[in-house]
Nanobody, 129 residues
């Protein structure tokens, strides 16, 4: 059973930095052996989940326009872990953040939530002075 376990998150001041982590377990292979699409999404209360950043099997990354040049998605395949580095955080970045993975399928639209089969439990990021 594939599971995604998130850590990180919490409160950050405007302009500050934060790192979110997402450990993938239950795979039938190691991320060192097989890479697959993964992504970070966020959700505001009462809103649809939106794609923030994604990394495809070939390493290609995509970002939501509003976080480009501020957020960095990366993965450590040896640790089966996905990261999202949030830099120069703004008030509008406050949301629940979720990691997602599709180890066994094909992702056509990497920033689309519907493309992913497995999700982390979510972690809240708050931005306050």
């Amino acid at each position: 059973q594939v599971q995604l376990s998130q850590s990180g998150g919490g409160s950050v001041q405007p302009g500050g930095s934060l790192r979110l982590s997402c450990l993938v377990t239950g795979l039938t292979f190691s991320m060192d052996q097989v890479t697959f699409p993964m992504g970070w999404f966020r959700q505001y209360p009462g809103k649809e989940r939106e794609g923030v950043a994604s990394v495809e099997s070939n390493g290609e990354t995509r970002y939501l326009e509003s976080v480009k040049d501020r957020f960095v998605i990366s993965r450590d395949n040896a640790k089966n872990t996905l990261y999202l580095q949030l830099n120069n955080v703004k008030h509008e970045d406050a949301a629940f953040y979720y990691c997602a993975a599709d180890p066994y399928g094909v992702v056509i639209s990497p920033l689309s939530p519907g493309e992913y089969d497995y999700w982390g439990q979510g972690t809240q990021v708050t931005v306050s002075s």
